[in-house]
């Protein structure tokens, strides 16, 4: 019996080495794994903010070069409507000049043309209307 003993006693001391390398080469295992999940996710973190980050440059350079595109598109639109609010304001200046020659010619021939004096003085008004209203024009326009 005492060789049974022995036996049992010899056999438990064997087996708790054996355990705890087996416990401490899983813990090792556990700890490795849990490493490398961590730095895949922590590299996955860094990589997507990379991505954003060059995404948000990319589409910022973008909107910077639209906005200038239609920046000149908008000033060359003004620039032509300008001009050609003043060439019709010069062309109505000169039917303003020709209509207060008309009038003033018809004036010294009033005696027997009264009738086409009033027609041109409507005229002129006419003309006057829509020379302010193109000037009213230009000046919201500026």
């Known amino acids: 019996m005492s060789n049974t003993a022995l036996d049992t006693t010899s056999a438990s001391y064997e087996t708790k080495p054996r355990k705890a390398a087996k416990q401490r080469s899983f813990v090792i295992f556990v700890c490795v794994w849990i490493v490398l ?70 004036k010294d021939n009033a005696d027997v043309k009264t009738d086409n004096s009033n027609k041109l003085y409507s005229q002129l008004n006419e003309v006057k209307k829509k020379l302010n209203e193109l000037q009213k024009n230009l000046d919201v326009l500026k």
């Open 37 to 106: 999940i961590a730095s895949g996710i922590t590299g996955a973190k860094l990589y997507s903010e990379h991505v954003q980050q060059q995404i948000a440059a990319d589409v910022e350079r973008q909107t910077a070069s639209q906005i200038a595109v239609m920046q000149k598109q908008y000033e060359d639109r003004i620039a032509k409507l300008e001009t050609d609010y003043k060439a019709e304001l010069s062309q109505l200046d000169s039917k303003v000049e020709a209509l207060n020659e008309l009038l003033t010619f018809s």
